[in-house]
C-alpha cells in the first residue's frame, strides 16, 4: 500500500479529478495549500513596501491506494496536470504501514482497494 502524495496547480484541479475517476481511483483528501518551489519569485508592493512573494497557491491530494493502483494514479495525475511551464507540481509516493475502514474495520488491502457493491449499478 502507498499513500501518495501530489502538489497541482488549482486551475488543473478539475481535469485531475476527472483522470482519477476514469483510472476508478475514488477515495482521496484535498486540500489547499501555498508554497514553492521552482517558481521564479514575483515582487509586488504591500503598504508601500516592496516584497518577495515566494509562495503560490496550490492544491494537495492525498490519495491512500493498494499497490495496484500506484501507478494508474500517477499516470492519471501526469496526464492531467501536466502544463510543460514551471510549477506544474510534483508527486511524491510513500509506504503506508496500515490502513483501517473505521466503518467497517477493513484493513490494508481492503481497506483501500474499491470493491463493487450491488447498489454501484
Known amino acids: 500500500m502507498k499513500m501518495i502524495v501530489a502538489i497541482i496547480r488549482p486551475q488543473v484541479l478539475n481535469d485531475v479529478l476527472e483522470a482519477l475517476f476514469k483510472a476508478e481511483v475514488r477515495g482521496l483528501t484535498i486540500s489547499r495549500v501555498q508554497g514553492h518551489g521552482g517558481g521564479t519569485e514575483r515582487v509586488e508592493t504591500y503598504r508601500g513596501t516592496t516584497v518577495k512573494m515566494g509562495l503560490y497557491d496550490k492544491v494537495k491530494l492525498e490519495i491512500g491506494v493498494s499497490d495496484s ?24 509516493v510513500m509506504p503506508v504501514e496500515r490502513v483501517v475502514r473505521i466503518r467497517t474495520g477493513e484493513e490494508n488491502e481492503a481497506a483501500v482497494t474499491p470493491v463493487k457493491r450491488a447498489d454501484d449499478g
Open 69 to 92: 493502483f500506484v501507478e494508474p494514479t500517477i499516470q492519471a495525475i501526469l496526464s492531467s496536470a501536466r502544463t510543460g511551464e514551471v510549477g506544474d507540481g510534483k508527486i511524491f
